[in-house]
Every structure is written in structure tokens, then in C-alpha cells.
């Protein structure tokens, strides 16, 4: 079991050298087990305003507003542009 344990410790460290995973402080994680919203937690950590990650994913910045404050779901092609922009897997944002 240790050995297993060793292994998939081994497998997240060599990812992460490659650039294929990436360390997520904790802070990131008590804010998603919180229940704050994944867009704006991901946007900060990535250090984007609202309107920046507006403009990287040609979406209106009020719409990002929206997303981030639960008044709308957003589209999965904004939701997939958005994850692409923040550079994490789609599955982070729903």
C-alpha cells in the first residue's frame, strides 16, 4: 500500500515539473470547499479582473458578473472558454 502511495505521490511531482498539473494552495481549496464560486476563486488565483477574463474569452464583463454571482449558469461554450482562459480543466468550474 505504501509502495502504491509512493508511486502516485511520484506520478503528481513529475506532472507538475512537466506543466501537465500544477500545486493549488490551499487557500484555493478552502475557498471552493466553502462554496465560493469556482470562476471568480480561479479568476483571482490567476490574478484577472473581471473584465480581463472578459475580454480573454470575448464575453461581456457583466456576463462574467452574472456567472460569478449565480444569476445566470452560463453556456458550456462559455464555461469551456472561461476553463481554457483560467487554465484548468472544465470540470474545476461545475
Do not use: C, F
Not at 24 to 52: F, Q, Y
Amino acid at each position: 500500500m505504501m509502495q502504491n502511495d509512493i508511486a502516485a505521490a511520484s506520478k503528481v511531482i513529475a506532472d507538475i515539473k512537466v506543466g501537465k498539473d500544477e500545486w493549488v494552495p490551499s487557500e484555493i481549496v478552502d475557498a471552493l470547499l466553502d462554496g465560493e464560486n469556482p470562476i471568480r476563486v480561479w479568476r483571482k488565483h490567476r490574478g484577472l479582473t473581471a473584465r480581463a477574463l472578459a475580454q480573454k474569452t470575448d464575453l461581456s464583463a457583466a456576463y462574467i458578473s452574472e456567472l460569478e454571482t449565480g444569476k445566470k449558469d452560463g453556456s458550456i461554450s462559455a464555461i469551456k472558454s472561461i476553463a481554457n482562459v483560467l487554465e484548468i480543466d472544465l470540470d474545476d468550474l461545475v
